[in-house]
């Protein structure tokens, strides 16, 4: 699973060649499962998505691999979507990322956070009485 996790990974992010690793290189696929796992929905889409992989996935080459996620993207843009988020915050959160940033921008290698406190994933889940009570404002007529 690891190998078809890092030749989608690689597939979605595969570097420049010069400044920008690829995420495959950087071996992000277990990552990038993690990153889904804290998104609604994104286990799912992850499933989802590779057991649409064939077993070769990772022996093809990049245009080919390119093309049958596309097709995946095609049938499914909402999984896949959750995929590609869940890839671009395991690459861009990945310190050898942040060291081309910094190196390239000149902004600092840390976490986004004040002084980089790392804060738990949101929970949702904390706003569902507030969605229950509806609308709190009079509506206004047209």
């Known amino acids: 699973m690891t190998t078809h996790l890092n030749a989608l990974v690689d597939t979605l992010l ?4 010069g400044d920008w690793p690829s995420a495959g290189a950087l071996d992000l696929g277990p990552r990038m499962a993690e990153m889904a796992a804290l998104a609604p929905g994104g286990t799912d889409a992850l499933e989802t998505v590779l057991a649409r992989l064939p077993d070769t996935f990772g022996a093809m080459d990049q245009p080919a691999r390119q093309a049958l996620l596309a097709e995946i993207e095609d049938a499914d843009p909402e999984r896949f979507g959750r995929i590609v988020t869940a890839a671009y915050n395991a690459y861009y959160t990945t310190p050898a990322v942040r060291d081309v940033i910094e190196r390239l921008t000149g902004y600092e290698n840390r ?21 229950a009570r509806g609308p709190i404002w009079r509506a206004v007529p047209e």
Do not use: I, N, R, W
């Open 14 to 17: 595969p570097g420049d060649g």
């Open 111 to 131: 976490p986004p956070q004040p002084l980089g406190y790392a804060l738990p994933p949101f929970d949702e889940s904390l706003l569902d009485a507030v969605k």
